[in-house]
């Protein structure tokens, strides 16, 4: 998950005392990437920041480090603790007088004017400053523990001298992939809920008003929750049941899995134009969710993509024109010889390939759409579906045997059903 636990301050230092601020722990981490620093805006909230600050100049000063201005950190044990520096830690070294907004300084001296560091009121003069917005962050965090065991702040919020960093914004909180250095299940605990907040059953949150919380793929690489996951999360969830139990109840599960209304936001965008491609290649297996002779050939009904549709794009030439599904010849109602017959006489690709897989036709035309010309019924085309010498072999006798009410799907007259006559 992106959220990373650690400090709700502003982001400026964590700010451990001097003596401790300044000494890296014994194995600093290699510095991360682009990519590793970025933090999750659910876990740290937007922010506001309207301020004129420089850390370089501030670290540049002899003997001033991160806790002489983030004091309260190296005994801060909740992320709830606002760690920001009040007015009463500037005027250390800043004359400020908000009697004197405006107060000159010596020359070389430490402004001491409001505009210096609060940009001016755009209201009227006189109206009060734009205030600094740093919300709490959505994380459990103990600064005093991360003390105690040898973690600096340069540690988790990065070297900001050296990185030039003036105003530091909630990019200077340590990501998740930053954490996971340390907290790898020997050097500190690796458990979730080690820093994400929990709700009923012990459950990480993920709700949030500022979003909702999801794994980035930085703890396993093969979990992130991105467009593709709903589709194929079944090898994250075979490989660790309890880490999935983390965030979900089981009955998510059973609500996707074996409930009746699957949820609108499994597909894409504009899948119905795209779903063609994997209808056909069976990946995902579309029956996993639809019943084919309801959902599929139901909506292709309604649209005219069917052979009973408006558009007629699956109709056989004998029921009119319109756009076609399949090519010229597909059917040959004139009694075309089979595959391989006498190509003057239509090809008749179809009985071919219903009979390699006539569940991909099922997912189109009903049965009665085959029983129109492959029936004894009245009005049919009678038009035998059966191979050659198939009445009286072994195959019919024992089909009969063991489906007889399928032969009486064609063959509706009970005389009829036997392999003799």
């Given at each position: 998950m992106r959220a990373t636990p650690?400090?709700?301050?502003?982001?400026?230092?964590?700010?451990?005392?001097?003596?401790?601020a300044g000494a890296p722990s014994a194995a600093p981490p290699p510095r991360l990437s682009s990519f590793d620093r970025t933090v999750s805006p659910v876990v740290y909230p937007d922010q506001q920041l309207p301020l004129h600050f420089s850390h370089v100049r501030h670290l540049a000063i002899p003997r001033v480090d991160c806790g002489d201005c983030h004091a309260a950190a190296a005994e801060s044990r909740s992320s709830l603790d606002s760690l920001l520096p009040g007015e009463d830690r500037c005027r250390a070294c800043?004359?400020?007088?908000?009697?004197?907004?405006?107060?000159?300084?010596?020359?070389?001296?430490?402004?001491?004017?409001?505009?210096?560091?609060?940009?001016?009121?755009?209201?009227?003069?006189?109206?009060?400053?734009?205030?600094?917005?740093?919300p709490t962050a959505r994380i459990k965090f103990d600064h005093r523990a991360h003390r105690l065991a040898g973690a600096?702040?340069?540690?988790?919020?990065?070297?900001?001298?050296?990185?030039?960093?003036?105003?530091?914004?909630?990019d200077q909180l340590p990501p998740m992939a930053l954490c996971l250095r340390c907290h790898d299940g020997r050097r500190a605990p690796e458990r979730c809920t080690t820093c994400h907040l929990t709700q009923g059953g012990g459950r990480i949150m993920t709700d949030f008003p500022g979003g909702k919380l999801a794994p980035s793929g930085a703890l396993r690489g093969n979990d992130a929750h991105d467009l593709s996951f709903r589709a194929d999360h079944a090898a994250a969830a075979r490989a660790d049941e309890s880490y999935c139990a983390s965030c979900h109840r089981r009955s998510e599960c059973a609500d996707c899995h074996q409930g009746t209304m699957k949820p609108l936001d499994f597909h894409g965008n504009d899948y119905v134009s795209?779903?063609?491609?994997?209808?056909?290649?069976?990946?995902?297996?579309?029956?996993?969710?639809?019943?084919?002779?309801?959902?599929?050939?139901?909506?292709?009904?309604?649209?005219?993509?069917?052979?009973?549709?408006?558009?007629?794009?699956?109709?056989?030439?004998?029921r009119g024109p319109g756009p076609r599904f399949h090519p010229a010849g597909w059917v040959d109602l004139?009694?075309?010889?089979?595959?391989?017959?006498?190509?003057?006489?239509?090809?008749?690709?179809?009985?071919?390939?219903?009979?390699?897989?006539?569940?991909?036709?099922?997912?189109?035309?009903?049965?009665?759409f085959c029983l129109g010309c492959h029936s004894a019924q009245p009005g049919s085309a009678r038009i035998d579906p059966h191979p050659e010498g198939w009445r009286g072999s072994r195959r019919c006798e024992a089909l009969l045997r063991r489906a007889r009410r399928m032969c009486l799907r064609c063959h509706v007259d009970p005389a009829e059903v036997s392999c003799g006559w």
């Open positions: 650690l400090v709700p301050a502003l982001l400026l230092l964590a700010g451990l005392p001097a003596a401790l800043h004359a400020i007088d908000r009697a004197q907004p405006d107060k000159p300084v010596a020359r070389g001296e430490p402004p001491a004017r409001c505009a210096a560091c609060h940009p001016g009121p755009a209201g009227p003069a006189g109206a009060a400053v734009a205030r600094v917005v740093v600096g702040c340069r540690d988790c919020h990065g070297d900001l001298a050296a990185e030039r960093v003036e105003l530091a914004t909630r795209l779903h063609a491609i994997d209808a056909r290649r069976g990946r995902p297996d579309c029956s996993a969710c639809h019943r084919l002779q309801t959902f599929c050939v139901g909506c292709h009904s309604r649209t005219g993509v069917s052979a009973d549709g408006k558009g007629g794009e699956l109709v056989p030439p004998s004139a009694g075309g010889a089979p595959v391989g017959g006498d190509a003057s006489r239509g090809a008749n690709h179809h009985a071919f390939e219903a009979q390699r897989n006539i569940r991909q036709c099922a997912a189109c035309h009903r049965e009665s």
